[in-house]
């Protein structure tokens, strides 16, 4: 069973840091081969894509609000993917979610991932 596990929320002032983890387990294959992503979604807004790792290569895309700020980077070893977030501002708040098995099209758009976390929250204040 694929699970999909967040971890390193939590609440800071801005200008602060933030690191988060989401470890992978039960895929039948190396999550080398799995493109993995993070989105957030605060409250009423849509879900969004903020940076995601391809399988393989380990190229990087950005949401272009967090450019220069947030750095995706993946431990293959551990099965685990990371996200480094730095310079946060009170627009960052959201739940956080992790997400893996890239299906196709707009890397940014939900409906892209097969697999999810529950997600875990930051909290950014002024």
């Known amino acids: 069973q694929v699970q999909l596990v967040e971890s390193g929320g939590g609440s800071v002032q801005a200008g602060g840091s933030l690191r988060l983890s989401c470890a992978a387990s039960g895929y039948t294959t190396r999550t080398y081969y799995i493109t993995l992503a993070w989105f957030r979604q605060a409250p009423g807004k849509e879900r969004e894509g903020v940076a995601a790792?391809?399988?393989?290569?380990?190229?990087?895309n950005y949401a272009d609000s967090v450019k220069g700020r947030f750095a995706i980077s993946r431990d293959n070893a551990k099965s685990t993917v990371y996200l480094q977030m730095n310079s946060l501002e009170p627009e960052d708040t959201a739940m956080y979610y992790c997400?893996?098995?890239?299906?196709?099209?707009?890397?940014?758009?939900?409906?892209?991932?097969?697999?999810w976390g529950q997600g875990t929250q930051v909290t950014v204040s002024s």
């Open positions: 997400a893996a098995y890239f299906l196709g099209g707009l890397w940014q758009h939900s409906g892209a991932f097969r697999d």
């Open positions: 790792i391809y399988a393989a290569s380990g190229n990087t």
